[in-house]
């Protein structure tokens, strides 16, 4: 056994250092993707609720002319827009009206 070294306190020192200094390095990148990623899901929830939120809301009474045989010749639906919402686009283009009759 006298031909054998064994590990001396400094090296182990030295060592356990680096294994500090790797370990926090791997922390500091997992915490940080960590953050980048909460801040990127958060992003795409507000995007979402925007997107699925009404910017429309009707605004008084729905009203139905009729003509003189009782078809419903044209429906007044009053709108206004949400509060808090941006203006919207209702250009013939952009806007499909459907009507469901039972």
Same mark, same amino acid.
């Given at each position: *056994?006298?031909?054998?070294?064994?590990?001396?306190?400094?090296?182990?020192?030295?060592? =356990?250092?680096?294994? +500090?200094?790797?370990?926090?390095? =791997?922390?500091?990148? &997992?915490?940080? *993707?960590? *953050?980048?990623?909460? @801040?990127?899901?958060?992003? &795409? $929830?507000?995007?979402?609720?925007?997107?699925?939120?009404?910017?429309?809301?009707? /605004?008084?009474? +729905? $009203?139905?002319? &009729?003509?003189?045989?009782?078809?419903?010749?044209?429906?007044?639906? !009053?709108?206004?827009?949400?509060?808090?919402? @941006?203006?919207? /686009? =209702?250009?013939?283009?952009?806007?499909?009206?459907?009507?469901?009759? !039972?």
């Amino acid at each position: *056994m006298a031909g054998k070294k064994g590990i001396v306190g400094i090296e182990a020192a030295i060592v =356990l250092i680096a294994f +500090v200094i790797v370990a926090a390095a =791997l922390a500091f990148v &997992v915490l940080n *993707m960590g *953050m980048f990623t909460t @801040q990127k899901s958060k992003e &795409v $929830m507000n995007q979402a609720l925007n997107e699925a939120s009404s910017a429309l809301e009707v /605004d008084g009474s +729905v $009203m139905a002319y &009729v003509n003189d045989t009782g078809f419903v010749r044209a429906i007044y639906i !009053p709108l206004k827009i949400s509060p808090g919402q @941006q203006a919207v /686009d =209702l250009s013939n283009d952009k806007v499909d009206v459907v009507i469901r009759l !039972p």
